[in-house]
């Protein structure tokens, strides 16, 4: 499996039926659909390659999933927030927010495996942690007790923020380019360290 495939199987592209150009579809007859801002790093020079649909031999990852808006048969997404550690193609760790309400733990049980497919499927663990979040104009952090993330904005012409767009992935809206300044990763499946790689931050816009 490449990270072209790998992305649509983590991302609702990998869901079938998705919205697409063309197709509108009532909420009404929407089994699912979400918002969410992602946040993430990984061990891949910047711009990552895997992003665009070029793998990388290798990809530690950590990802950051706070939904904002949405529903899955009903049932509200708003508010849950988890973290996903991953070398790709081969595990993840699911870290999930430890002050979710039993109902909505619930709920993102019932909704990994149907919008998050990829990463519910190689999962070697799936837990609730303290998870924590912070941010500056420039910089964003989270953090779990296994993962750290701290990346900075990547300043473009004039020290503005480089976007991109048009990625193959509906969790790269609205991309916005960061570089690591700590990634961080220490369990019983890995332990890695790295500084300067690439970061970026999105909106995930899915539903089926």
Same mark, same amino acid.
């Given at each position: 499996?490449?990270?072209?495939?790998?992305?649509?199987? @983590?991302? #609702?592209?990998?869901?079938?039926?998705? !919205? /697409?150009?063309? %197709?509108?579809?009532?909420? !009404?007859?929407?089994?699912?659909?979400?918002?969410?801002?992602?946040?993430?790093?990984?061990?891949? +020079?910047?711009?990552?390659?895997?992003?665009?649909?070029?793998?990388?031999?290798?990809?530690?990852?950590?990802?950051?999933?706070?939904?904002?808006?949405?529903?899955?048969?009903?049932?509200?997404?708003? /508010?849950?927030?988890?973290? @996903?550690?991953?070398?790709?193609?081969?595990?993840?760790?699911?870290?999930? +927010?430890?002050?979710?309400?039993?109902?909505?733990?619930?709920?993102?049980? %019932? !909704?990994? =495996? @149907? #919008?998050?497919?990829?990463?519910?499927?190689? #999962?070697?663990?799936?837990?609730? @942690? =303290? !998870?924590?979040?912070?941010?500056?104009?420039?910089?964003?952090?989270?953090?779990?007790?296994?993962?750290?993330?701290?990346?900075?904005?990547?300043?473009?012409?004039? /020290?503005? #923020?480089?976007?991109?767009?048009?990625?193959?992935? %509906?969790?790269?809206?609205?991309?916005?380019?960061?570089?690591?300044?700590?990634?961080?990763?220490?369990?019983?499946?890995?332990?890695?360290?790295?500084? /300067?790689?690439?970061?970026?931050?999105?909106?995930?816009?899915?539903?089926?």
């Amino acid at each position: 499996m490449n990270r072209r495939e790998f992305s649509r199987l @983590v991302g #609702a592209a990998a869901i079938t039926p998705v !919205l /697409g150009p063309g %197709r509108a579809v009532s909420s !009404l007859h929407e089994r699912w659909s979400f918002t969410a801002h992602i946040a993430e790093c990984c061990s891949c +020079d910047i711009p990552c390659s895997c992003n665009f649909g070029r793998p990388e031999q290798t990809c530690h990852g950590t990802r950051l999933i706070q939904i904002r808006e949405g529903q899955f048969e009903g049932d509200q997404l708003a /508010g849950i927030n988890f973290v @996903v550690t991953f070398y790709m193609r081969r595990w993840t760790r699911i870290y999930v +927010d430890d002050s979710l309400t039993v109902a909505k733990i619930a709920t993102l049980d %019932r !909704l990994l =495996p @149907v #919008a998050f497919a990829g990463f519910a499927r190689l #999962a070697q663990v799936q837990e609730r @942690v =303290p !998870l924590t979040v912070s941010e500056s104009p420039d910089t964003f952090r989270f953090t779990v007790p296994e993962s750290t993330v701290e990346m900075k904005l990547f300043p473009g012409l004039d /020290g503005s #923020a480089i976007t991109i767009s048009g990625l193959p992935s %509906r969790s790269y809206h609205d991309y916005v380019q960061y570089e690591s300044v700590v990634h961080t990763h220490r369990s019983a499946e890995a332990e890695w360290s790295y500084a /300067g790689t690439n970061g970026f931050q999105s909106e995930m816009r899915v539903a089926g």
